[in-house]
């Protein structure tokens, strides 16, 4: 159940690279409720088409583990991400299933399984549709503000969700995504960036098929 938890929000991880927030962005006291309201207003999409590079840094090995390809989202259908490099695989995460495809299998989790595994597995969708009310059902959110540029942290709520996750942190300057760190209860954590962003109406209806289709 971990393993499968941690497929669906490593599927659907997004962040733009840009030049690093202030140092000291996350001092201080985190601000809770409404005040997450703008950062909410900035990151909400209909639609995002990008590239990303990730890195997922585990204790027991000398260099992290690198992997690139491209994500698209879309407000109904859900996240799609396919990796290109070290190898093949397509993770499509639905309102309702995650779909994984590699080497010819395809495999599909209903995300019913567990009230935990929809709540991590569905996050990044829920934060890019902007829904503050479904994404305070499993964690606490809190934001801090330093002139242009934002982090907004996300903490399960829940015990058997903190098993697996101990803190997401996403961090935006004005309207973008800029970095988003997953730092699991073992202390591994991944990092994940994007590039050639396209929002909205730049992205086609054509590249929403093809990234959805079976």
Not at 35 to 48: F, S
Request: charged share 25%; net charge positive.
């Amino acid at each position: 159940m971990k393993r499968i938890a941690l497929v669906l929000v490593l599927a659907c991880v997004p962040a733009l690279a840009a030049p690093g927030p202030p140092a000291k962005l996350m001092t201080g006291t985190a601000a809770h409720g409404a005040a997450t309201d703008p950062v909410l207003a900035h990151v909400k999409l209909d639609r995002m088409s990008c590239t990303f590079t990730e890195e997922k840094h585990v204790a027991l090995l000398a260099r992290p583990l690198r992997s690139s390809g491209r994500i698209i989202f879309d407000r109904t259908k859900g996240i799609s991400r396919t990796t290109l490099a070290p190898k093949k695989q397509q993770v499509v995460l639905t309102p309702t299933t995650l779909r994984m495809k590699s080497a010819g299998h395809t495999e599909e989790v209903p995300l019913d399984k567990s009230k935990d595994l929809r709540a991590f597995a569905t996050v990044f969708p829920t934060l890019l549709r902007g829904d503050r009310k479904e994404l305070e059902a499993a964690f606490e959110l809190g934001v801090y503000s330093d002139a242009d540029w934002w982090a907004l942290t996300l903490t399960p709520k829940a015990d058997s969700l903190k098993k697996l996750v101990k803190q997401v942190t996403v961090v935006g300057n004005k309207s973008e995504l800029v970095s988003l760190q997953i730092t699991e209860a073992s202390g591994d954590t991944t990092e994940t960036q994007l590039a050639e962003i396209k929002k909205n109406g730049d992205v086609p209806d054509s590249e929403i098929t093809t990234a959805f289709e079976k």
